[in-house]
């Protein structure tokens, strides 16, 4: 199996926290989820990444562990930047 990076990471809910940023750390970490957790889903998920061969099945790969992981909750999402200051606070800044 090839490695290919994952652009961009997966940050995914486990103790302690993990970064997925190449597809060979994806398998290592489906090989320990699968140990806990059964399902044809995390099969199917390592089958893909295992058949890897080029950047394109590479891409098919993280798409659906990705889907997975949010379906699964595990998915955590990049927080939203902040929202602007409002023009009030301008206002009160200025004062």
Request: charged letters at 35%; a positive charge.
């Amino acid at each position: 199996m090839a490695d290919f990076a994952i652009d961009p990471e997966l940050r995914v809910r486990a103790k302690p926290e993990r970064v997925l940023r190449r597809t060979n750390d994806a398998v290592r970490f489906i090989r320990e989820i699968m140990l806990s957790r059964r399902g044809h889903q995390w099969r199917s998920i390592l089958q893909r990444f295992e058949a890897i061969r080029d950047e394109w099945t590479a891409m098919e790969a993280v798409v659906h562990l990705e889907l997975l992981l949010e379906v699964e909750r595990l998915l955590i999402e990049e927080k939203p930047p902040h929202p602007p200051a409002t023009s009030r606070q301008h206002r009160s800044e200025a004062a």
